[in-house]
């Protein structure tokens, strides 16, 4: 499956943004979906990931009810609702894909190419 991450871009602290991720591939419904983010001189870190129907989600604990993650399977798209966005935000967000839902990067084997978010205080 090939991922394509689109949404980002330059805000103030306290905005809203929606990431999008489209994908490829009639297989679609069969992955776990997440998000991830990097910012620069960090390790990539978990932000929310999503089952293979929507029935179950999980974030990361910094994110937790500000971030919606929600998926589309008709479409082939998963997306990412970002609200109260803070200047520690800022990052690289990169969807993926893959047979677990997990937190961790090693589980999922199709990665989008990243969109930028900036948050600006």
């Known amino acids: 499956v090939q991922l394509q991450a689109s949404g980002g871009g330059l805000v103030q602290a306290g905005s809203s943004l929606r990431l999008s991720c489209a994908a490829s591939?009639?297989?679609?419904?069969?992955?776990?979906l997440g998000w991830f983010r990097q910012a620069p001189g960090k390790e990539r870190k978990f932000v929310a990931a999503?089952?293979?129907?929507?029935?179950?989600?999980e974030y990361a604990h910094f994110v937790k009810g500000r971030f919606t993650i929600s998926r589309d399977n008709a479409k082939n798209t998963v997306s990412l609702q970002m609200n109260s966005l803070q200047p520690d935000d800022t990052a690289v967000y990169y969807c993926?894909?893959?047979?677990?839902?997990?937190?961790?990067?090693?589980?999922?084997?199709?990665w989008g190419q990243g969109t930028q978010v900036t948050v600006s205080s």
């Open positions: 993926a894909a893959g047979p677990v839902l997990s937190t961790a990067v090693r589980y999922y084997d199709y």
């Open positions: 591939g009639r297989t679609f419904s069969s992955y776990n």
């Open positions: 999503i089952s293979q129907l929507g029935s179950t989600a």
